[in-house]
């Protein structure tokens, strides 16, 4: 029994959302229906006024450069660019965050030495940790988070949350986070089930 899907749901700006499920109950779904990926569904999905299923391709790439932030499951990076560009390109685009405070936060997770090597070089938890500080490099209301920290260890775990809550604290963003286990690595307004 999902309590997340066939139901109206609302979250409000500046909640931290946990979407708690098994592996294949349609987590990364969800997310991507939230990030306007998908579009095959009944129903509909409202960004303050906006249905995103009504949105041509360039408005939702607006809002999505202005409100939604992400970090895909996947990480989607670019494998043969280095740390430092794949970071540099949202960075840029965005103009939100500048190359200091970018850089800051990859020593932060331990990426500082790291920065001009390729991608595709890093293992999948420092790929993650690339991922994680791309998705804080450009402004957002809602940030998305798609079993972000499954591939960190628990001490590389616990620097990412803390980055990721001064990121969103500044702005009051919502979080909403996927896993396949409870957590508490943030202080959850409400916890649905797939």
Same mark, same amino acid.
């Given at each position: ?10 979250? +409000?700006?500046? #909640?931290?959302? =946990?979407?708690?499920?098994?592996? @294949? ?6 997310? +991507?229906?939230?990030? @306007? ?35 895909? *499951? ?12 794949? %970071? ?10 500048? @190359? ?6 990859? #020593?932060?997770? @331990? ?9 595709? *070089? ?5 790929? *993650? ?14 940030? =998305? ?18 980055? %990721? ?9 919502? %979080? ?19």
């Amino acid at each position: 029994n999902a309590t997340a899907w066939e139901q109206d749901l609302v979250f +409000n700006q500046g #909640e931290h959302i =946990l979407v708690q499920g098994p592996s @294949g109950s349609g987590k990364t779904l969800f997310i +991507n229906t939230l990030y @306007g990926l998908r579009k095959d569904f009944a129903g509909k999905v409202h960004w303050s006024s906006f249905n995103l299923k009504e949105l041509t391709a360039m408005q939702l790439s607006q809002l999505r450069a202005a409100s939604i932030s992400i970090v895909f *499951q996947d990480m989607r990076l670019f494998p043969e660019l280095t740390v430092w560009e794949n %970071i540099d390109i949202k960075r840029r685009i965005t103009d939100t965050v500048t @190359g200091y405070d970018a850089e800051q936060w990859l #020593e932060r997770l @331990g990426m500082g030495n790291k920065l001009d090597v390729e991608v595709s *070089q890093l293992s999948v938890g420092e790929q *993650q940790r690339v991922a994680i500080v791309r998705a804080l490099s450009q402004p957002f209301e809602w940030l =998305l988070l798609d079993e972000p920290f499954s591939y960190l260890d628990f001490f590389n775990r616990q620097k990412a949350i803390a980055l %990721i809550k001064e990121v969103a604290g500044f702005t009051r963003a919502g %979080i909403i986070v996927t896993s396949v286990t409870a957590n508490e690595d943030f202080v959850y307004d409400k916890k649905m089930l797939l």
